[in-house]
């Protein structure tokens, strides 16, 4: 079962059964850092991948296929729990006049993060999601306006049509699977109009991004993808952006393991972001 890039097995799963059975005083915490420690499960800096291993073991335990300790944080949860403010209301329309406004980029951090999560769960209509693995967050601003918001994540873990386009093995793809990243939200502002910004503001990220990823992982991404919704969206921002139309998913869902083909129809598109992006990935 493929969960946060790795696949579980049944030796992997009777291995968390026993440590479970076997140590009553150990932690949620703890078994995640053994699971990643016996398996050698690490991120490309060399440490361990403990919040991917966290979420996927919660996932697990939904599954039904582990029970995990009780939890031990006496704190209510607040994952689901996004605060509306006034900051995050709607306002006036804006128009930008093309090529008349500057675009930045910048990096959410601590204080910020709550605005980008109201905004998303508010406005996008995939709403907000917790992410597991490496992941970055941006707000867009014109000319010092807040405008957008994008968000970037780990990749899928199997598309047929993407590997096809790489033209990577099945162990390559394992190896080198973290190089490609996805840009899983964005979104521009409800109340903001101008002309070409979207592609301009997918642009601006394809150049700033790998910096941004290099400093904060250690290693440079060197492929994007992105899903579009095909009966919401054409793409057509991606397409000006010059990403690459590879395919349609086949509504399976992420984490699918029954052929139910219960999710909307998507369009994948890439964006290299490194000329020799088929040499790293099948290095």
Same mark, same amino acid.
């Given at each position: 079962?493929?969960?946060?890039?790795? /696949?579980?097995?049944?030796?992997? *799963?009777? $291995?968390?059964?026993?440590?479970?059975?076997?140590?009553?005083?150990?932690?949620?915490?703890?078994?995640? +850092?053994?699971?990643?420690?016996?398996?050698?499960?690490?991120?490309? /800096?060399?440490?361990?991948?403990?919040?991917?291993?966290?979420?996927?073991?919660?996932?697990?335990?939904?599954?039904?296929?582990?029970?995990?300790?009780?939890?031990?944080?006496?704190? !209510?949860?607040? %994952?689901?729990?996004?605060?509306?403010? !006034?900051?995050?209301?709607?306002?006036?329309?804006?128009?930008?006049?093309?090529? +008349? %406004?500057?675009?930045?980029?910048?990096?959410?951090?601590?204080?910020?993060?709550?605005?980008?999560?109201?905004?998303?769960?508010?406005?996008?209509?995939?709403? #907000?999601?917790?992410?597991?693995? =490496?992941?970055? +967050?941006?707000?867009?601003?014109?000319?010092?306006?807040?405008?957008?918001?994008? @968000?970037?994540?780990?990749?899928?873990?199997?598309?047929? !049509?993407?590997?096809?386009?790489?033209?990577?093995?099945?162990?390559? +793809?394992?190896? &080198?699977? &973290?190089?490609?990243?996805?840009?899983?939200?964005?979104?521009?502002? !409800?109340?903001?109009?101008?002309?070409?910004? =979207?592609?301009?503001?997918?642009? *601006?990220?394809?150049?700033?991004?790998? /910096?941004?990823? &290099?400093?904060? #992982?250690?290693?440079?991404?060197?492929?994007?993808?992105?899903?579009?919704?095909?009966?919401?969206?054409?793409?057509?921002?991606?397409?000006? =952006?010059?990403?690459?139309?590879?395919?349609?998913?086949?509504?399976?869902?992420? $984490?699918?393991?029954?052929?139910? &083909?219960?999710?909307? %129809?998507?369009?994948?598109?890439?964006?290299?972001? /490194?000329?020799?992006?088929?040499?790293?990935?099948? @290095?």
């Amino acid at each position: 079962m493929p969960i946060c890039g790795r /696949d579980f097995s049944e030796t992997d *799963l009777q $291995w968390i059964r026993d440590q479970v059975a076997n140590r009553p005083d150990l932690n949620r915490a703890q078994l995640s +850092r053994l699971f990643c420690a016996q398996s050698d499960w690490r991120k490309p /800096d060399g440490g361990l991948k403990e919040m991917s291993c966290r979420v996927a073991l919660l996932r697990l335990e939904r599954e039904g296929l582990i029970r995990l300790p009780a939890s031990r944080n006496s704190r !209510p949860p607040l %994952v689901g729990q996004i605060l509306r403010t !006034p900051q995050g209301d709607l306002q006036a329309e804006v128009e930008l006049e093309a090529g +008349r %406004v500057e675009l930045t980029l910048e990096l959410v951090e601590r204080p910020t993060s709550p605005l980008w999560n109201e905004l998303i769960d508010r406005y996008h209509y995939l709403g #907000y999601r917790r992410a597991g693995g =490496a992941q970055m +967050r941006f707000l867009v601003r014109a000319s010092g306006q807040l405008v957008a918001l994008l @968000g970037y994540s780990a990749a899928a873990w199997r598309v047929a !049509p993407r590997e096809t386009f790489i033209g990577w093995t099945e162990p390559q +793809r394992q190896q &080198h699977l &973290h190089r490609v990243v996805d840009n899983s939200r964005f979104l521009i502002l !409800p109340w903001v109009r101008g002309k070409n910004l =979207a592609s301009r503001i997918l642009g *601006l990220a394809a150049r700033k991004l790998p /910096d941004y990823w &290099h400093r904060r #992982y250690r290693y440079r991404p060197v492929l994007l993808e992105t899903f579009v919704e095909q009966q919401r969206f054409a793409g057509i921002c991606y397409q000006a =952006a010059n990403w690459i139309y590879v395919g349609r998913t086949r509504g399976r869902g992420k $984490w699918d393991r029954t052929n139910a &083909h219960d999710q909307p %129809v998507k369009t994948i598109w890439l964006y290299p972001l /490194d000329r020799r992006f088929r040499e790293v990935l099948c @290095g």
